[in-house]
């Protein structure tokens, strides 16, 4: 069975409100489950077979315990989740960070701009391509 | 007399030599006319500034020059028959057996760095050079040193190497400076930003809420909220940039100056499509630079034209290379707004402006990104202007500039 959910995956109280409260505007906040570390964000993916995949995940870089790097690349080297969408979502538009998070398999690279109404388009256009021009892969 | 003694070993050998026995004759001299041509040597020795002395295969000193006067303190007659120990000093007494031995051997010792010690018990640092003496039948009888002061040398080698050290060390702590500041600057980057996001977001969040029950004057107030937030993010933007610069590797090569400023005003050309500016190139104006930073510069440059024509009838930006004080600079030069020229020592500071917000926007980073991409460049950036008659602002890069 497809799922329509996105994991998103935020350390920061504040800017996990402020993504769901863009993700809200666009109809698609209640398929949307969060991880609040690196840890518990593969614990999710990862951990339980039973659980169905989430459609995209959003994927901050700066996570306490296991960091957004290391927890795309675990993504990617396992055969259940190597195909899964992620998306990249975070403040860092350090250089060494966007190469990093492509060569590691990122599908896309989004910085969170400060200006709220810019960053719920973002979201917008987001879930727009994601979830519905995008087509997903087989799960 | 070291020129007596001399003098008188070549004239006594010449003498008792009949001439058929000879090799060849020694440094030239014709023995036929030995005692002048002799006298001649003795004299060049003799006033060598070096330290002259021949040895008899014992260590007896034989011959003595000026030159080794003036180094060692004694006076031929007081050395001259004494063993050449006394001018070693304690440690280095094994010296002399080891270098006669070679001598005999007929083998040179070639700038031999030492120490010696003078009549008056300093130790001096000196380069020799021992070469045997043969007599007419090229047997070995002597040794002749030629020595040299290298003390001042060797005190210059020894500040050299710990200057070179000190210079080490400061790269050194520069790498780590500068790691340190690339680490601050990502932390900067990333943490300043997450609150001011809280921040414009929440106040966002209160409008679109409770906007209704908010009067006119709160919601206006959380817009300045949301506007101070994003201009704050607009500033570390900015910060960053400006360090960054500073940390760049610079990759030198000849660039296009005018190509550049063609893509940069067609640019900002399109951005205010309905405000034509009038723009003048000169062509082919090279110069030798990091192409990412002199982008930056240029980038700046015209963007600062364009903010000040912006209440101009008729605005035109010109961009030349001209001769300022007999070198070559170029000039980006407009018709705008200009600036009062007894505040142009503010010009260039970081977040320093000269108008008014309200005025002209703008967060007054653009010019100080000039200057230190100039300088970075080991140029020169300056302007002159006039209020209410524009502006034109002049750098020079040097290194491989095509005067």
């Known amino acids: 069975?497809?799922?329509?959910?996105?994991?998103?995956?935020?350390?920061?109280?504040?800017?996990?409100?402020?993504?769901?409260?863009?993700?809200?505007?666009?109809?698609?906040?209640?398929?949307?489950?969060?991880?609040?570390?690196?840890?518990?964000?593969?614990?999710?993916?990862?951990?339980?077979?039973?659980?169905?995949?989430?459609?995209?995940?959003?994927?901050?870089?700066?996570?306490?315990?296991?960091?957004?790097?290391?927890?795309?690349?675990?993504?990617?080297?396992d055969k259940r989740t190597v195909l899964l969408p992620v998306v990249i979502l975070t403040a860092s538009r350090e250089e060494s960070d966007l190469v990093a998070g492509y060569a590691n398999g990122a599908?896309?690279?989004?910085?969170?701009?400060?200006?709220?109404?810019?960053?719920?388009?973002?979201?917008?256009?987001?879930?727009?391509?994601?979830?519905?021009?995008?087509?997903?892969?087989?799960? | 007399m070291a020129t007596d003694s001399l003098r008188s070993r070549g004239g006594r050998e010449a003498e008792d030599r009949p001439p058929t026995d000879r090799d060849e004759s020694v440094a030239g001299v014709d023995e036929s006319r030995a005692p002048e041509e002799v006298h001649t040597l003795a004299a060049i020795v003799d006033a060598s500034d070096d330290a002259i002395i021949a040895k008899k295969l014992d260590g007896t000193i034989v011959a003595w020059n000026h030159g080794a006067s003036r180094l060692y303190g004694y006076t031929a007659p007081e050395v001259i028959g004494q063993p050449v120990s006394i001018l070693i000093p304690p440690g280095k007494i094994n010296e002399v057996p080891a270098?006669?031995?070679?001598?005999?051997?007929?083998?040179?010792?070639?700038?031999?760095?030492?120490?010696?010690?003078?009549?008056?018990?300093?130790?001096?640092?000196i380069s020799l050079t021992v070469s045997p003496v043969r007599n007419a039948y090229g047997e070995v009888t002597g040794a002749s040193s030629i020595?040299?002061?290298?003390?001042?040398?060797?005190?210059?080698?020894?500040?050299?190497?710990?200057?070179?050290?000190?210079?080490?060390?400061?790269?050194?702590?520069?790498a780590v400076a500068n790691r340190e500041l690339e680490a601050f600057s990502y932390a900067v980057s990333h943490d300043l930003r997450s609150p001011l996001r809280a921040i414009e977001g929440f106040s966002q969040a209160l409008v679109d809420d409770y906007?209704?029950?908010l009067d006119k004057e709160a919601r206006q107030m959380?817009?300045?909220?949301?506007?101070?937030?994003?201009?704050?993010?607009?500033?570390?933007?900015?910060?960053?940039?400006?360090?960054?610069?500073?940390?760049?590797?610079?990759?030198?090569?000849?660039?296009?100056?005018?190509?550049?400023?063609?893509?940069?005003?067609?640019?900002?050309?399109?951005?205010?499509?309905?405000?034509?500016?009038?723009?003048?190139l000169e062509e082919d104006l090279t110069a030798y630079g990091d192409p990412e930073l002199l982008r930056i510069a240029i980038t700046n440059l015209f963007e600062n034209a364009w903010k000040f024509t912006a209440e101009c009838a008729e605005p035109r930006i010109e961009f030349r290379r001209e001769r300022v004080d007999g070198r070559s600079a170029y000039v980006v030069r407009d018709n705008g707004a200009g600036f009062d020229m007894r505040y142009s020592g503010k010009l260039f500071q970081p977040f320093e402006r000269l108008h008014r917000e309200d005025e002209f926007p703008g967060l007054g980073v653009g010019l100080a990104t000039v200057q230190r991409v100039v300088?970075?460049?080991?140029?020169?950036?300056?302007?002159?202007?006039?209020?209410?008659?524009?502006?034109?602002?002049?750098f020079q890069l040097p290194g491989r500039n095509p005067e």
């Open chain 1, 1 to 77: 069975m497809k799922s329509h959910t996105i994991l998103l995956v935020e350390d920061k109280a504040d800017d996990e409100a402020l993504t769901l409260r863009a993700l809200e505007r666009q109809r698609i906040g209640n398929d949307v489950r969060v991880a609040r570390d690196g840890e518990e964000a593969l614990e999710m993916l990862l951990g339980d077979d039973s659980e169905p995949l989430p459609e995209l995940v959003l994927l901050d870089l700066k996570l306490p315990k296991v960091d957004g790097l290391e927890v795309l690349r675990r993504i990617r080297a």
């Open chain 1, 107 to 139: 599908n896309s690279y989004v910085r969170k701009p400060v200006d709220f109404d810019q960053f719920a388009e973002a979201v917008r256009q987001l879930g727009l391509y994601w979830l519905v021009i995008n087509e997903a892969p087989p799960t």
């Open chain 2, 99 to 125: 270098i006669l031995e070679r001598i005999r051997r007929g083998e040179r010792v070639d700038s031999y760095e030492t120490i010696r010690r003078t009549k008056d018990g300093r130790q001096i640092e």
């Open chain 2, 147 to 174: 020595g040299r002061d290298i003390t001042e040398k060797k005190k210059a080698d020894r500040e050299l190497r710990e200057l070179t050290e000190e210079l080490r060390q400061t790269v050194a702590e520069l």
């Open chain 2, 211 to 213: 906007g209704e029950q």
């Open chain 2, 222 to 280: 959380l817009t300045r909220v949301r506007v101070g937030a994003v201009r704050m993010g607009e500033l570390i933007d900015e910060i960053l940039s400006l360090s960054l610069l500073a940390r760049k590797e610079l990759k030198p090569r000849p660039v296009d100056l005018t190509e550049m400023a063609r893509k940069v005003t067609s640019d900002l050309q399109a951005q205010v499509p309905d405000r034509p500016v009038d723009v003048v």
């Open chain 2, 375 to 394: 300088q970075r460049h080991e140029g020169a950036v300056w302007a002159e202007g006039s209020p209410g008659e524009g502006a034109a602002f002049y």
